[in-house]
C-alpha cells in the first residue's frame, strides 16, 4: 500500500546534517514507490526548486502543514534542543496531523548536550518538550543517552528508536576534481586540517580559529579547510572573518560555503585531520565518515564520541592546538591505530520505520 510522509526539515542547499538525511529519506521512499514530499523550513527555504515545497512565513507554514495532513500525510518533523522556534514548528504540525487522525513521527536530533533539552536545563521550555513527545507516535533519536533523557519526560521507552544518523549509503560518492583556485590551496599547503562549521553559536568557531593559530607555531606550512561557511552576514560571521584577518591567517585558510556529497567526501581523503567543533551533535556522522576513511579526527569532548576521536576541551585553543599537533606528528601511526566503526544501514531502519508509521 503506497504511504504519503511529509519531511519537514532543511533541505540542500545547503548540505547539512538533516538536509542529507531527509534527502537521502525522500529518494529511498520514492525509490519504494511511496509518496514522500518535503516542506523545507533552511536557508533555501524561499528558494523554487521542484525537490522541495517552500516555505515563505508562518502563515503560509501553518496553511501547508495543515494542507498537507487534509491529504493525508504522515508528518515527519526533525527538531533538537537548540532553539525554541523549532519546537513552536513541530507543535503546530502534530496539531495539524491530530486535526485528521494522525500522530507525527519526530526524529530528534544531536546529542545530550544541548540548551534546552533536559527537564534541569529547559526551564520554560520543558511542557514544551514534555507535549512534543507526547504528540508524536515514534520518537528516532542518536543513540541510548539520548533515549534516557526522552524517557525522563515521561515518555514510554518503547516509542523511542535510536537510529543514528550514519549509514553505509553515505559512503558511496565518486572521486571529482576541484576548481582550481582549491585544488591550488591544496597543492600548496602542508597538512591540510578540514572542518564543518555554520556560522552560529555552538560550532567554537573562536576556539577553532585562535587554536589553528597557534598550531602554526609547528606547522607554518599547515592550511585550514573550511566547509559550510555559507554568509548570512551575521555579527558572527564578521567577527570570525575579523580574526582570520587579525592574525593573518587568510593565506591559510580556504573557505567553501557548501559541497556536494561527492566533493566532501573527495575533500576527506585529500586532507590530514578533521577537526569537529560542537559539543551538541552526540554520535557525529561526518566524524564516523571520517574514520571509515581513516582520517584521523580530533573532536571536541561530548561524551559520545567513537573509539580512535582525539578528544580535546571544546572551548581551550590551547588543548585543541596542542592535540590536532601531536596527532600530525604522529600522522601514520594515529591512521593505522584507527578502529573503523561498524555502518549499520540505518537509512533502511528509519525507512521501515516511516513506512509502518505511516496510515
Known sequence: MQKKILQISPFPPPRT???????????????????????????????????YVCVYNAWDYLYKVVK????????????????????????AAGMANRLFGKRYVLT???????????????????????????LSQRIICNNEAVKAKIAAYGVDPDKVVPIPAFTRQYLQHETVNFDPPL?????????????YIVFRDGFFIETLIEGFRRLRTDYPGVGLLLIG????????????????????LEPHVFDVPSMSHDE????????????RTPITDGVCSSVLEALSYELPVVAAENGSRPPSVIPYIADDPQ????????????????RQQIIKPVI??????????????AT
Open 229 to 248: 561557511t555559507e554568509s548570512d552576514e551575521s555579527p558572527l560571521e564578521a567577527e570570525i572573518r575579523g580574526l582570520i584577518a587579525a592574525a593573518s
Open 183 to 195: 585544488e591550488h590551496f591544496l597543492a600548496q599547503h602542508t597538512p591540510v586540517i578540514l572542518s
Open 344 to 357: 549499520r544501514d540505518t537509512l533502511s531502519d528509519e525507512v521501515n520505520l516511516l513506512i509502518q508509521a
Open 17 to 51: 546534517g538533516w538536509s542529507v538525511r531527509v534527502a537521502f529519506l525522500k529518494s529511498a521512499l520514492l525509490a519504494l514507490g511511496h509518496q514522500c514530499q518535503v516542506l523545507n523550513i533552511g536557508n533555501s527555504r524561499k528558494v523554487e526548486s521542484p525537490e
Open 108 to 134: 530528534f536530533h544531536g546529542g545530550v548536550q544541548q540548551i534546552y533539552f533536559t527537564p534541569e536545563t529547559g526551564g520554560y521550555f520543558t511542557p514544551f518538550f514534555r507535549l512534543m513527545f507526547a
Open 319 to 334: 588543548d585543541l592546538a596542542t592535540q590536532a599537533a601531536n596527532t600530525l606528528a604522529h600522522l601514520d601511526d594515529v
Open 68 to 91: 498537507f495532513s487534509a491529504q493525508g500525510y504522515t508528518i515527519h518533523a526533525h527538531v533538537n534542543g537548540e532553539t525554541w522556534k523549532g519546537l513552536l514548528l513541530v507543535f
Open 264 to 275: 566532501f567526501r573527495t575533500a576527506m581523503k585529500r586532507c590530514d585531520l578533521y577537526i
